[in-house]
Every structure is written in structure tokens, then in C-alpha cells.
């Protein structure tokens, strides 16, 4: 089914007390096969139900459910601020009649009702119970009330429940719900079935044919935009210079170039069946006008070489831009940062650009961090933190979906 099978990075999965529990160490296989980091958070009534050793080991972090707790003798307190943040989806399953409640009237007697009062991410929920709890009024309510401020609903069932009744109540299957939870997500990304190239990396310009003239960008940011987008449904072509960086996700389609000239070839003959590109790579500005085709010796004395410039292929799609084409440019400036984004921006017709300063510390090249500021065609400029190039790659893109929405 290609990229609709993937799930965002980072999963927070609340497991509350009831039968349906037992399926929970499924459900974290089922999430950990979409691509998903999970973290499980249990109510202290799951662990009737469930084994916390069984959901730790299958998720590969340690089950939490005390909000504060023994470790090793010391009292530890796990930081629900901080796991509700970490968290891209909030899916609480099984929902039992006790905990939607509980989460309806903003109780906060655990630590699974602390991440979701923090939440601020997508939360779905799963409800489990048997029918007749499920009919009543009050757990009805409940649920409408949770949908009104954005709870997704998912199930439940009809079907065979715990007390042999038969009627609606029982939890969607794992599987199912993994599948309804990704569909959903997708269907809220205006990026989802778009085609996006995003270029990553440096270049490399040959002096010789084992020498070559290039910089020291990772490709990192680069490469996190392009899983940010796939995992939204996008179809991404990423064309990369030479990283030491795997692309995972299958909605991904890399190509690997080397130089400035391969990469313009290679963006170029994409451009025209792409809805948003997003030029991140560090190409080379210049390369020699000739490359030997011997190593240079060192005998042959001091080395002079003769640069020429490279073709600028955010300007070039620039002047080619259909008008819903959203096109995005990075600009890594050393001083008088904004005047000089904003004139890339202007000159290379960008809707967006993307100012790293290289005065930041923990921005810019080889870093896992990033501080940008996103700077609009209508001069509109949001200064972010520094954040990890993922979170950093998220914002882009969600600025990138309000461009899609002008564009379309
Ligand atoms: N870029 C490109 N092709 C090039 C050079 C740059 O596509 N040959 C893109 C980069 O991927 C980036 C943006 O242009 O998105 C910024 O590059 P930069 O080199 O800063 O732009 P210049 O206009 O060359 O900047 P300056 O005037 O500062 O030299």
C-alpha cells in the first residue's frame, strides 16, 4: 500500500484496565512494524490485565505508570510534560469506560491522565467495555464530549465481549487499528498523495579523479524533511549528494548525485511533476572548469585553479515555477541575516525561505539540532527554538501545508 502504511516517528500508546489490555503487546507489535517508536504509559488497573515486563520488552522502553515512584530506592518522578511533548500520536487503548471518563471531566489521578492533559499532539482513543456500559448515557456522553475537543474515536466493535454477551463494545483489532489511525492521519496532511522533491547533502566538484572540492553539510536536514513528508502521505523524490545517511521510509525515492551538475540534471527533469520542492542541499557555488583526468602530482609544484560557476537551481526553478508550485529555499547566512533571506527569497521568486544563521550555536552543518526562521513571501517571519532538525523539519512542513492551502 506504499507510504500509507507508515506511521509518525513517536507513539505514545496508554494502556487502561480492561480485558482488552491482553491485546496491547499486539497493538505495540502492530505500531513498531508501521515504523513507530512507542512508549507505553499503563493505569496502575492495567497491570491485572497486562504484563508491563511483556509491553516493555515488545516496545523496547520501560512500561511507566507511576506518575512518581521507587527506582532503585530513590524516588523517581516521570515527567509527563516532557513524555507528552516526545510524543507525535497520543493512542490510549484500550479506552476503558472508567478512563474516558476520567479524561471527559479532566481527572488527573495517573500518569496516563497527566500525558493526555499535556498533550498536545493527535489523540486517538479506543474504547473497550462491555455493551451495556457502553450504552449508558454517561459513558455516551463522555464520548461526545472527548470528540467535541478532539478526541478520534476508533471503534468500538461489535461483536463477542469478555462476558459472553454479544453487542458493541469490544476493541477494534490491533491491526485495524494501526491502519484506521495512519488512514486518519494522512487524510489531515494537505501533503498526503502530493509529490514533493526535496534536494539533501553537498556536492562534490572533482579536481581531479581523487580529489574534489565540497563542505561539510550532513544531509540531515534535508533527509528529515523527506521522512516528515513521506510519513504525511507525500511522494517524495529525494536527491541527495554523497551522505552517510539511510533514507527508511518507502514513500521515499532516492536518487544519489555527486556533483552540482548531476544534482541540477537530476532536480530538473523532476521539477515539472512536482507540487512543492525544497532545496536544501549546500551546492557548490563554484567547480573547477576543468577537472584533470590524472592525479595531479605533487611535483608539478603549487596548484592554481580555475573555478566557474555552477547552475543555480533554485533560481532556475524560480523563473520556471507553475503558480501552484510552492517552492521552498534554504539561505545560511553569516551576517545581516534577515535582509539577505529576504532578498533570496525575492530574487529566486521563493514562497518560503529557510534562514539558518551560522551564528547560532547548534545550527547549521553536521548537527542534530537546528534554530531557523521561516520567512514568507508577504515578509511574514516565525523564529523558532533550537530543536532537533525533526521537530525543526515538522514545522517547515506544517508552514509548507498553509502555503499548499494558498496555492491550491
Ligand atoms: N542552491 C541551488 N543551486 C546552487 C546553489 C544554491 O539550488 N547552485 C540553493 C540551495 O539549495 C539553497 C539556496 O539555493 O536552497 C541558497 O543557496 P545560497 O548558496 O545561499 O544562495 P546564493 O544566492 O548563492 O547566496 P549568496 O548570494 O549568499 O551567494
Redesign the pocket.
Known amino acids: 500500500m506504499g507510504a500509507a502504511r507508515v506511521l509518525p516517528r513517536r507513539v505514545l500508546l496508554g494502556v487502561s484496565g480492561g480485558i482488552a489490555a491482553y491485546k496491547a503487546p499486539l497493538l505495540v507489535r502492530a505500531l513498531v512494524k508501521a515504523g513507530a517508536e512507542v512508549q507505553v504509559v499503563m493505569t496502575p488497573a492495567a497491570h491485572a490485565f497486562v504484563s508491563p515486563l511483556v509491553l516493555s520488552t515488545l516496545s523496547g522502553r520501560p512500561a511507566l505508570t507511576e506518575l512518581v515512584g521507587k527506582q532503585d530506592g530513590t524516588t523517581v518522578w516521570s515527567d509527563h510534560v516532557h513524555l507528552a511533548r516526545w510524543a507525535d500520536v497520543l493512542l490510549i487503548a484500550p479506552a476503558t469506560a472508567n478512563t474516558l471518563a476520567k479524561m471527559a471531566h479532566g481527572l488527573c489521578d495517573n500518569l496516563l491522565l497527566a500525558c493526555w492533559l499535556s498533550a498536545e499532539c493527535p489523540v486517538y482513543a479506543a474504547p473497550a467495555m462491555d455493551l451495556d456500559m457502553h450504552a449508558n448515557a454517561a459513558t455516551q456522553g463522555n464520548i461526545a464530549r472527548l470528540k467535541e475537543r478532539g478526541v478520534r474515536m476508533i471503534g468500538p466493535e461489535e461483536g463477542e465481549l469478555a462476558s459472553g454477551l454479544q453487542g458493541l463494545g469490544r476493541m477494534t483489532e490491533p491491526e485495524a487499528i494501526v491502519e484506521q489511525m495512519i488512514a486518519d492521519l494522512m487524510g489531515h496532511s494537505p501533503l498526503a498523495g502530493l509529490n514533493l522533491l526535496i534536494?539533501a547533502g553537498p556536492t562534490h566538484e572533482a579536481i581531479d579523479p581523487v580529489r574534489f572540492i565540497g563542505n561539510s553539510s550532513s544531509g540531515k536536514m534535508g533527509f528529515a524533511l523527506a521522512e516528515e513528508a513521506a510519513s504525511r502521505g507525500a511522494k517524495v523524490e529525494l536527491i541527495t549528494g554523497p551522505v552517510a545517511l539511510a533514507a527508511v521510509h518507502h514513500g521515499i525515492q532516492r536518487t544519489d548525485v555527486v556533483s552540482?551538475a548531476q544534482m541540477?540534471e537530476a532536480a530538473k527533469l523532476r521539477f515539472a511533476k512536482c507540487d512543492v520542492a525544497i532545496?536544501?542541499?549546500?551546492?557548490?557555488?563554484w567547480r573547477p572548469a576543468s577537472a584533470a583526468g590524472q592525479k595531479l602530482k605533487k611535483k608539478d609544484g603549487p596548484l592554481t585553479l580555475e573555478m566557474e560557476a555552477?547552475?543555480?537551481?533554485?533560481?532556475w526553478m524560480g523563473t520556471q515555477k507553475a503558480p501552484n508550485q510552492v517552492l521552498v529555499?534554504?539561505?545560511?547566512?553569516t551576517n545581516d541575516e534577515r535582509r539577505?533571506a529576504e532578498d533570496?527569497l525575492a530574487?529566486?521568486n521563493l514562497d518560503l525561505v529557510v534562514l539558518n544563521s551560522l551564528r547560532d550555536a547548534g545550527a547549521g552543518f553536521g548537527h542534530d539540532t537546528n534554530k531557523v526562521t521561516l520567512i514568507d513571501a508577504r515578509k511574514n517571519a516565525a523564529e523558532l527554538p533550537l530543536m532537533t532538525k525533526q521537530a525543526t523539519a515538522r514545522a517547515i512542513l506544517d508552514h509548507v501545508e498553509k502555503l499548499i492551502a494558498h496555492a491550491h
Open positions: 534536494t552540482a541540477a532545496l536544501s542541499a549546500a551546492v557548490a557555488d555552477t547552475e543555480d537551481i533554485l533560481a529555499g534554504f539561505a545560511l547566512e539577505h533570496k530574487r529566486k
